[in-house]
């Protein structure tokens, strides 16, 4: 798998990028990886820190004719939240429940958030679509989980 040139197959520790599934390559992260550590020097730093990384996925109402799918991380390091930053995760306050939605607060939130929107009336394979999305950014994000795939809560807030 060397067919994007060898300058860029590894990570910014010099550990290689690992494979994963060819879905992946359409993902908004699976080159911008490159330029961060790699999940195993980030679960590290995490543990060195004590801190339990965690991922909590839900659904939200945002608004009357729009629902999003909401990607909150808890307890991230700095590095791991240098990473969400480019791939869409904004500092926010963490959600309490499905009604309390958290509020950006970009230099202070406590939590990394992602909102993928859709209208309440869309097709319903676009928003299959979307949770097909939504599982492929969870099980390569579970890498840079101390926990893995464990850490990856569904329909549980992180302000709970
Ligand atoms: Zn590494």
């Avoid at 790699?38 to 939200?60: D, F, I, K």
């Avoid at 629902?67 to 959600?95: C, K, M, N, Q, W």
Wanted: aromatic residues 8%; negative net charge; glycine residues 8%.
């Amino acid at each position: 798998m060397d067919r994007l040139g060898s300058n860029i197959l590894s990570h910014r520790c010099g550990h290689s990028l690992s494979d994963m599934p060819p879905a992946f390559e359409q993902h908004e992260a699976f080159l911008i990886r490159a330029a961060f550590p790699c999940p195993h020097c980030l679960t590290e730093l995490a543990r060195r820190h004590g801190l339990h990384t965690r991922a909590y996925v839900n659904m939200q109402q945002l608004s009357p004719s729009m629902i999003a799918f909401v990607v909150e991380v808890a307890h991230a390091a700095d590095e791991l939240g240098d990473l969400l930053s480019v791939i869409g995760y904004g500092r926010s306050t963490p959600s309490q429940d499905e009604m309390t939605p958290g509020t950006q607060a970009p230099g202070e939130g406590t939590v990394w958030r992602k909102e993928m929107w859709f209208a309440s009336n869309t097709d319903t394979r676009h928003v299959v679509a979307l949770v097909d999305h939504i599982k492929l950014e969870m099980t390569w994000l579970s890498r840079y989980l101390p926990d893995g795939a464990v850490g990856v809560e569904f329909c549980k807030f992180p302000g709970e």
